[in-house]
């Protein structure tokens, strides 16, 4: 067991990455000061352990890691494996303040072990997008946001990279599309091998990758019925499978749901949804690459906003359907006070200006309800209204602000302060 102990100790303390996301680690910190047990789900393209590594500055023998992927002999099987590995590093190196876990779902009676160390007293971080432990922090890390990452590249990436390959760390720096590709593909089999196949143990694994690539090029609200019989017309799958299916890609954050606000009724309609891809790359793998720029775009927005904190839906104003509602807020407990920042996101299709026109007539006519909260002295709420075009010049456009309609294009909007 010894070695085992070495092989995870080594692999923590050499885990880095270049590229994280700032925000995100501010809040592993405070979770991790505040609470003795906190579970930590990723994208599948972040290197997960290099934000333990970067968000404890304790000495490394204070830190009990064990990833079950580094297990190659299938030493921990079960919760007593589990406890004896830990006394035997602390027969090493003393007791552990920290306690690590990383791709353990497999273990049986993991949680039962989880739950016995946290009430003794250890600080224990469970870093599996599998395990879910009641009434404590869950916290989701992305990889930088596109102004972070933009401004770390300077010129050695461009928008049009990010359509297709984002956020594909570790090749950002390759030049050769096709050599960026095969690594994509080769990464998107070990995906779906390692964090879907094996772990819900799936058997029919063309039914599995069917139904992703049909997602990956879906760009429409649909239902769970209406989203059966569609793919139900090239392939034989019943609609209890494509739920399944589904609520595994969920859980698993390959991909996101996002419901629709009727501004009409003023709620969130739960009988049809969008899916997007957590990492767009994924979504253009599993389509040859070929995801409509629309498509993508939308895609990609969707990601930056959520990067950025902000709770998305999309939205419909009687019959103006828009891309986003997106949402965010920020509490200031000494004053009392509620910072809310509201956006109305909508891509636009317009080829001419007249067309533009009626776009930003709709999105102009979508109305504003202010929140009311009886709980918070100071409310101070913003609401910005965006549409994004492909290419300013190309539109003749004097004008960028129409009331409150600001038109950017993607980038801009993507560098946004």
Same mark, same amino acid.
């Given at each position: 067991?010894?070695?085992?102990?070495?092989?995870?100790?080594?692999?923590?303390?050499?885990?880095?990455?270049?590229?994280?996301?700032?925000?995100?680690?501010?809040?592993?910190?405070?979770?991790?000061?505040?609470?003795?047990?906190?579970?930590?789900?990723?994208?599948?393209?972040?290197?997960?352990?290099?934000?333990?590594?970067?968000?404890?500055?304790?000495?490394?023998?204070?830190?009990?890691?064990?990833?079950?992927?580094?297990?190659?002999?299938?030493?921990?099987?079960?919760?007593?494996?589990?406890?004896?590995? /830990? =006394?035997? $590093?602390?027969? +090493?190196?003393? *007791? &552990?303040? !920290?306690? #690590?876990?990383?791709?353990?779902?497999? @273990? %049986?009676? /993991? =949680?039962? $072990?989880?739950? +016995?160390?946290? *009430? &003794?007293? !250890?600080? #224990?971080?469970?870093?599996?997008?599998? @395990? %879910?432990?009641?009434?404590?922090?869950?916290?989701?890390?992305?990889? &930088?946001? !596109?102004?972070?990452?933009?401004?770390?590249?300077?010129?050695?990436?461009?928008?049009?990279?990010?359509?297709?390959?984002?956020? &594909?760390?570790?090749?950002?720096?390759?030049?050769?599309?096709?050599?960026?590709?095969?690594?994509?593909?080769?990464?998107?089999?070990?995906?779906?091998?390692?964090?879907?196949?094996?772990?819900?143990?799936?058997?029919?694994?063309?039914?599995?990758?069917?139904?992703?690539?049909?997602?990956?090029?879906?760009?429409?609200?649909?239902?769970?019925?209406?989203?059966?019989?569609?793919?139900?017309?090239?392939?034989?799958?019943?609609?209890?499978?494509?739920?399944?299916?589904?609520?595994?890609?969920?859980?698993?954050?390959?991909?996101?749901?996002?419901?629709?606000?009727?501004?009409?009724?003023?709620?969130?309609?739960?009988?049809?949804?969008?899916?997007?891809?957590?990492?767009?790359?994924?979504?253009?793998?599993?389509?040859?690459?070929?995801?409509?720029?629309?498509?993508?775009?939308?895609?990609?927005?969707?990601?930056?906003?959520?990067?950025?904190?902000?709770?998305?839906?999309?939205?419909?104003?009687?019959?103006?359907?828009?891309?986003?509602?997106?949402?965010?807020?920020?509490?200031?407990?000494?004053?009392?006070?509620?910072?809310?920042?509201?956006?109305?996101?909508?891509?636009?299709?317009?080829?001419?200006?007249?067309?533009?026109?009626?776009?930003?007539?709709?999105?102009?006519?979508?109305?504003?309800?202010?929140?009311?909260?009886?709980?918070?002295?100071?409310?101070?709420?913003?609401?910005?209204?965006?549409?994004?075009?492909?290419?300013?010049?190309?539109?003749?456009?004097?004008?960028?602000?129409?009331?409150?309609?600001?038109?950017?294009?993607?980038?801009?909007?993507?560098?946004?302060?």
């Amino acid at each position: 067991m010894q070695e085992l102990i070495e092989i995870n100790l080594n692999y923590l303390k050499n885990s880095e990455s270049f590229f994280y996301n700032s925000n995100i680690s501010k809040k592993i910190k405070s979770a991790i000061n505040k609470e003795n047990l906190i579970t930590i789900n990723w994208l599948y393209t972040i290197n997960k352990t290099s934000y333990i590594n970067l968000n404890i500055n304790n000495s490394i023998n204070n830190i009990f890691y064990f990833n079950k992927n580094l297990d190659f002999k299938n030493i921990i099987k079960c919760k007593s494996d589990l406890t004896e590995l /830990i =006394k035997e $590093f602390s027969l +090493k190196y003393n *007791k &552990a303040e !920290y306690i #690590i876990l990383e791709n353990i779902s497999k @273990i %049986k009676e /993991i =949680k039962q $072990f989880i739950s +016995k160390f946290y *009430k &003794a007293w !250890y600080k #224990i971080i469970i870093i599996d997008n599998n @395990i %879910k432990i009641p009434s404590k922090p869950e916290i989701e890390i992305y990889s &930088a946001d !596109y102004k972070t990452l933009k401004n770390k590249l300077e010129n050695n990436y461009n928008i049009n990279n990010s359509l297709i390959f984002w956020s &594909a760390e570790e090749i950002v720096l390759v030049n050769n599309k096709k050599i960026k590709i095969n690594i994509l593909n080769s990464q998107k089999d070990e995906i779906l091998l390692r964090d879907l196949i094996e772990i819900y143990s799936i058997k029919n694994t063309f039914l599995l990758n069917h139904t992703i690539t049909f997602l990956s090029l879906l760009n429409n609200s649909t239902t769970l019925r209406e989203l059966h019989r569609n793919i139900s017309e090239n392939i034989k799958i019943s609609l209890v499978t494509l739920i399944e299916y589904i609520d595994f890609l969920l859980n698993s954050k390959l991909i996101k749901r996002v419901y629709s606000y009727d501004f009409k009724k003023k709620k969130t309609i739960k009988t049809k949804a969008k899916y997007f891809f957590s990492d767009l790359w994924i979504r253009n793998s599993f389509n040859y690459f070929s995801t409509a720029k629309s498509t993508a775009t939308e895609n990609l927005i969707f990601n930056e906003l959520e990067k950025n904190w902000f709770k998305v839906k999309s939205a419909t104003n009687w019959k103006f359907d828009f891309n986003f509602y997106a949402n965010k807020k920020d509490f200031n407990k000494l004053k009392n006070t509620k910072k809310i920042e509201k956006l109305y996101i909508h891509i636009s299709k317009a080829e001419d200006k007249q067309e533009l026109k009626k776009e930003i007539n709709k999105l102009n006519k979508v109305p504003y309800f202010p929140t009311l909260s009886k709980s918070w002295e100071n409310i101070d709420e913003t609401i910005s209204r965006y549409l994004i075009v492909d290419s300013i010049s190309d539109l003749g456009i004097k004008k960028l602000q129409y009331e409150e309609v600001k038109i950017v294009e993607l980038e801009e909007f993507l560098m946004r302060k």
